[in-house]
């Protein structure tokens, strides 16, 4: 038996967790204290929105651990902050040490 993804469903790319955070990077960066940028909120929500299945969650936890690593002085107390100040819950922490194997 073939099992065939519908047109539309594709998997998540790590291209498309960089363009929907690219606008957080300022603010994750500073010493935080504002609120996250409306592009940046816009960008979380929606990615949250497209992260429909385990195997997206999973796939966005560990782009953006790669996305982190790539970015000097990534203050992770914002980072871990980021969807709760973006009016968004998700089912893991975002954080280097975060296991995105068992993400659900």
């Avoid at 690593?69 to 902050?81: D, G, Q, T, W």
């Amino acid at each position: 038996m073939l099992v065939v993804e519908p047109m539309g469903t594709a998997a998540l790319s790590c291209g498309d967790v960089a363009s929907q955070t690219a606008a957080c990077i300022g603010y994750l960066q500073s010493r935080g204290g504002n609120r996250p940028p409306s592009g940046c909120c816009n960008g979380v929500r929606n990615l949250n929105r497209l992260a429909r299945t385990a195997r997206d969650r999973q796939t966005v936890c560990r782009c953006l651990q790669t996305a982190a690593k790539a970015f000097s002085a990534i203050n992770y107390r914002l980072v871990e902050s980021l969807p709760a100040r973006c009016g968004v819950r998700i089912p893991f922490k975002i954080n280097p040490s975060t296991d995105c194997n068992r993400v659900t």
